[in-house]
């Protein structure tokens, strides 16, 4: 049997990420039909069914499920390739794609990209707002900004420093509701919060007095919780130096409680010999820096 080529893989992984041939096909900008033909030549060629139809779409089946790791560590090889490709030359030019959490890749990393594009602007910027750790190791990303110690290694990584949380709420929120002075208060108000979270927050809100119903604003987005509480919805838990950058964001029961994340950079060791990368990573290394000294407890 001959390796089927990548377009089939692509063409599963977008089918198995989307769940529906209409959506992988638009997704690749291909017509379903086609897509359909990849997907089925590349099951002729493996040897097995990769998807069941359901109500809710195409299901996969177990030998799918076993194939998509596999699937996903090629179209980060893949990806990998096309970026070191498009900075050839002793130049800073071509992609760098950085992973980083929510709150840190849309409200802290925006200001400094943006302090990097004047210093070299033949490098393009890809960035990936994911919670999760995303392996570096498969290509998936060139650097990250993460909020654990590195395990793997192979990759080099700095620890820049820690970022504080303490309980924030907007000041219109404040001005109907009143602010609560000590942390049995909170019982009285509105919470933003988790939905289903991690362990690391759930062992969290054991500290934090919780109203009978639980939190009253629950989104597992980092982002959508920002939100509820720019919005007045309610009181939640911002990092210090994104909370001080809006002095309508009012901070609550302050000294009282708050926790520490701390924040690495990181990226394979084989991308300190490339310029771009290099200048990308100690670039990040000094604006992050920066916006740690100003998120302090």
């Given at each position: ?45 493996l040897?097995?069914?990769?998807f ?81 750790q995303?392996?570096?190791l ?10 654990v110690?590195?395990?793997?290694d192979?990759?080099?990584?700095r ?17 109907a ?23 690391f ?48 964001l ?13 924040v ?5 060791e ?28």
């Amino acid at each position: 049997m001959s390796d089927p080529d990548w377009n089939l893989y692509r063409a599963f992984l977008a089918v198995l990420t989307e769940g529906s041939l209409s959506a992988a096909a638009r997704d690749l900008g291909l017509t379903q039909p086609t897509l359909g033909r990849q997907v089925a030549e590349l099951e002729r060629g493996l040897g097995v069914a990769l998807f069941t139809r359901s109500p809710q779409g195409l299901k996969p089946t177990d030998a799918a499920l076993d194939l998509a790791p596999h699937a996903r560590a090629m179209a980060g090889a893949a990806s990998a390739m096309a970026r070191a490709a498009s900075g050839a030359g002793n130049t800073a030019r071509g992609i760098v794609r950085i992973t980083a959490s929510e709150i840190i890749g849309a409200e802290v990393l925006p200001r400094v990209l943006a302090a990097y594009r004047p210093l070299h602007p033949g490098v393009v910027v890809e960035l990936s707002l994911d919670n999760q750790q995303q392996d570096l190791l498969r290509g998936a990303a060139d650097i990250a900004v993460r909020m654990v110690r590195p395990t793997q290694d192979a990759l080099v990584a700095r620890r820049l420093g820690d970022t504080h949380l303490g309980l924030y709420a907007h000041r219109r929120y404040v001005e109907a509701n009143g602010a609560p002075i000590t942390l049995d208060a909170l019982r009285d108000h509105a919470l933003v919060g988790f939905d289903k979270g991690t362990p690391f927050l759930r062992g969290l809100v054991q500290h934090v007095p919780l109203p009978p119903g639980g939190f009253a604003f629950r989104a597992d987005s980092d982002l959508a919780q920002l939100a509820a509480v720019r919005a007045g919805f309610g009181i939640g838990f911002i990092q210090h130096g994104v909370a001080r950058r809006d002095l309508d964001l009012i901070p609550v029961c302050p000294g009282q409680i708050g926790f520490d994340l701390p924040v690495w950079l990181v990226m394979h060791e084989d991308l300190r010999a490339t310029l771009r990368m290099r200048t990308m990573f100690d670039h990040l290394a000094e604006g992050l820096a920066a916006f740690l000294a100003t998120s302090g407890a």
